[in-house]
């Protein structure tokens, strides 16, 4: 099923509203989403709305939160999130994070008591249109083991990073620090694939390729990746008094219940170093110089990061619309509000 970008974003915007999401959060909300989506970020898109539904349905997710921002100093800050949708809570702290950077050079600002806010790569994309660079640390609930360990205790702990160049071109890094993002594999399911067998282990730690039988996610470059999921942590939790490690709250335990998550973005004013124009000249060769290398055997060539998705979003749109699964269509147009699927389930809703 194709369908055009205003109607996937419209069709979540209802779907999230009929939850009971007011409409300028549900607007915020199903942005980012599609964003997501167009992009081919399918696992951070329309798969997540039926979860978010039931979440803000049962209590878990404010509907109508108290915001409050208190500047910590000339540049940082804590945004109070009130357990609000986490879309929202992370667009408006990263709003108060570029105006900072803007005036005083920059900015460091944790997002406290917030709930999920799905692919980080939007928020640094954002200081990025705005001629900042940004970096941004998002915690999640215990799904991989460390290094040498046999049970969770971080989560896949997103990292972010983005940069404008002199063109149209934005350099935009978002990853797991795990193998793979557990969206993914949530992916693989709604459309019954196999992963590849080193994304996850099973109940005995061993590689696994289905997908229903995963037990754990492993950090990507063995002790490499699980420094940096302690380095997420220490950053989005630790740092502004959230629950961290395995205290994070599950996505799943009790859809009732806030998850007081946390996240930081940190935004720099190119102009305080470098000077603007010279940096974007300087990130513009970067990645033209990338571009022009000889690429190895079985690769077309040398990608700048967010360049794939910019494409696949130009050959999502050349191709007449998002693609989506059959099933996630029905619900978005049926008057169900969810189907009670994720309530009281394991990390991996199961």
């Known amino acids: 099923m194709k369908l055009l970008r205003e109607e996937l974003k419209n069709l979540m915007k209802k779907k999230l509203m009929q939850a009971g999401l007011s409409e300028e959060h549900a607007e915020i909300t199903s942005e980012i989403l599609t964003w997501s989506s167009e992009r081919g970020y399918h696992s951070h898109g329309e798969v997540r709305v ?55 050079g920059v900015a460091v600002v944790g997002v406290r008591n917030m709930s999920h806010s799905g692919a980080i790569g939007y928020y640094t994309e954002m200081a990025a249109k705005q001629d900042l660079v940004a970096i941004s640390f998002c915690q999640s609930d215990p799904m991989a083991v460390p290094y040498g360990g046999t049970e969770p205790y971080y989560g896949t702990n997103p990292i972010s990073f983005a940069a404008p160049t002199a063109d149209e071109r934005l350099v935009v ?81 009790d859809l009732s219940e806030g998850r007081n998550l946390g996240q930081i973005h940190i935004v720099i004013d190119p102009e305080r170093f470098v000077g603007i124009e010279k940096f974007k000249q300087s990130m513009s060769k970067v990645c033209d110089e990338l571009g022009e290398m ?33 099933e996630i269509y029905e619900y978005l147009i049926s008057d169900q509000i969810h189907f009670d699927r994720y309530d009281h389930k394991n990390r991996f809703a199961d």
């Open 50 to 104: 039926e979860y978010y539904a039931e979440r803000i349905a049962k209590g878990g997710i404010t509907v109508n939160p108290r915001f409050r921002w208190e500047e910590t100093g000339p540049c940082s800050g804590i945004f109070e999130g009130d357990n609000a949708c986490g879309y929202v809570a992370a667009t408006y702290a990263m709003d108060k994070a570029i105006e900072m950077a803007k005036k005083n």
């Open 294 to 326: 000889t690429p190895v055997e079985g690769h077309k060539k040398v990608y700048y990061p967010g360049e794939r998705a910019a494409l696949r979003r130009e050959d999502t749109y050349k191709s007449g619309g998002i693609e989506i699964v059959d």
């Open 173 to 253: 890094f978002d990853m797991a620090t795990t193998v793979q993002a557990w969206g993914k594999i949530l992916d693989r399911r709604a459309n019954n694939q196999d992963i590849p067998s080193d994304w996850a282990v099973d109940e005995k730690g061993l590689p696994v390729t289905d997908p229903h039988l995963v037990n754990a996610l492993v950090p990507m470059s063995g002790a490499k990746g699980y420094g940096l999921m302690m380095m997420v942590d220490v950053f989005s939790g630790v740092l502004i008094g959230v629950p961290f490690g395995k205290h994070v709250s599950s996505m799943y335990h």
